[in-house]
């Protein structure tokens, strides 16, 4: 069975600093993607960034990155520079060849000012 | 505005009644999901559907029931065998094929 897995319930981080959110899976697909959702009090799931397995190369948009670690099946998100609105809940996803997405029970980041 | 909606955004309901939940998208998406949030464990899938009039049960699908009768449209009820059925509720949808799925706003289920 597919699991994903967040041993971080709460985070926080003071503005303009960098945190990284852990997140590690479990499959016995080869390829792959993952993906990191943003859920702001509004609870509107926003996607933050998504890396595919094959690609040796993590992601980055903006001053969001990951680093994928395909063997240890480890996928966490760093967040540079914080921002306020980077206050919310933090998801890790994975999606099966079936399109069924798993996801992580979550990490909720408070930004301090 | 290509999107997904989910309505209504509150729903209260008395313990053994069925209510139904609202998901249309029209992003052309074959894909459509439906998950349970609750406080401290993340997203259950209860139903997922990948093309119309074909759907298969999630993780806690016990108590819901889901049609697929149109592409854009994947309504959820709750009937009154689901024992705890206060909730938020999430629809989402995506293409085929392993892409990220789409959100609606969600709906916030009460029972009284």
């Known amino acids: 069975a597919q699991t994903v897995t967040q041993s971080q319930p709460e985070m926080s981080v003071q503005e303009a600093e960098t945190v990284t959110l852990s997140c590690t899976y479990d499959t016995s697909e080869s390829d792959y993607y993952l993906f990191w959702y943003k859920q702001p009090p509004s609870r509107q799931m926003i996607l933050v960034i998504r890396q595919e397995a094959y690609k040796q190369q993590n992601a980055t948009e903006n001053r969001f990155s990951v680093n994928f670690q395909k063997a240890a099946k480890s996928f966490s998100l760093k967040i540079s520079d914080s921002q306020l609105g980077d206050a919310a809940m933090y998801f890790c996803?994975?999606?099966?060849?079936?399109?069924?997405?798993?996801f992580g029970t979550g990490t909720s980041l408070t930004v301090i000012p | 505005d290509g999107g997904i909606t989910q309505s209504p955004k509150y729903l209260f309901r008395k313990e053994g009644q069925n209510v139904t939940l609202s998901c249309e998208q029209n992003l052309n998406h074959d894909a459509m999901y439906w998950y349970r949030q609750d406080p401290g464990q993340g997203l259950r899938l209860i139903y997922y559907s990948q093309i119309v009039n074909d759907f298969q049960k999630g993780d806690i699908a016990e108590g819901y029931s889901v049609s697929r009768e149109k592409k854009e449209s994947f309504p959820l009820t709750v009937t009154s065998a689901q024992k705890n059925p206060t909730a938020f509720y999430l629809c989402?949808?995506?293409?085929?094929?392993?892409?990220?799925?789409?959100f609606g706003q969600g709906t916030r289920l009460t029972v009284v």
């Open positions: 989402a949808s995506s293409f085929q094929g392993v892409t990220e799925a789409f």
């Open positions: 996803a994975y999606p099966n060849t079936g399109n069924q997405f798993y």
